[in-house]
């Protein structure tokens, strides 16, 4: 059956992830650990499908408070599929996106593409370089590997981030051989992805803890739990203080470019 296939296929890729990729998770989350015990901030980005992901990362039951998206709504499918593939291929946008987000130099910049030759995710990671971003990409390494950049530099995702962490999936994403058919099916990318990014953000929790720093973990808001509902309001409200100040910055920021 081709459903067994699947989920055999899935469990093979997670596996060599968990056989592989545990040193770089491992640092990833170092590396995330402390930038947030000095204030920083952990922020993910995706074109495409791969924005699922960056969403993964963020207000979610378990997650940690100081993890936002970098979310632009053009750039995903259930917008306009045609101009979101068109888009990610164009140079120049990952620097109005990045400048017109309250990042900040020692933040950490996730880059999630898996084919990773497209200009925009590349220069999102090359952008959050300049600005002193620590960036990680979560990328499929054979499929880049095997094919060109579409970037002018040459580069793709996993050639210029400062860390990899790699989905370990097959070129071209999909799993699974149907009968009849020239494509195959069953796309291993989202499911990969968000292994490695959840892998790294409990790891980054258990560090900040062992580190005696409280990390903001969310509770779910759909318990019927008053103490988890007034933990989450407590977190939330200390990091939205923070959060505004920085969206301050960024205004002045922004206005400062435009008066160049």
Known sequence: MAATTYIQAVRSMINRIEETQMNNILEAARI????????????????????????EMMSRAGGLIQAQGILETELM??????????????????????????????????????SGRNAV????????????????????????????????????????????????????????????????AGPGSTIAGAVLVDSMLVEVMELLAKRGATPGILHSSNNDDKAGALENAR??????????ERQVRMQLRTREGLAD
Do not use: W
Request: proline share 4%.
């Open 32 to 55: 995330v650990a402390d930038s947030v015990r000095n204030g920083g901030m952990l922020f993910g980005f995706g074109t495409g499908h791969s924005h699922m992901i960056a969403e």
């Open 235 to 244: 977190v939330a409200s200390d990091f939205a203080r923070k959060f505004s």
């Open 77 to 114: 499918v259930h917008i306009n599929e045609t101009q979101a593939t068109y888009l990610e291929r164009l140079p120049g946008l990952a620097h109005v996106y990045l400048t017109n987000s309250p990042v900040e130099k020692g933040d950490v910049l996730v880059v999630i593409s898996n």
């Open 121 to 184: 995710p590349v220069e999102m990671a090359m952008e959050g370089r300049k600005m002193g971003l620590h960036v990680i990409a979560v990328t499929n390494v054979a499929h880049s590997q095997g094919t060109p950049s579409r970037h002018s530099s040459g580069k793709r995702l996993f050639e210029v981030a400062d860390l990899v962490l790699d989905t370990c999936g097959k070129p071209g994403d999909a799993l699974v051989s149907i009968e009849g058919s020239p494509a195959k």
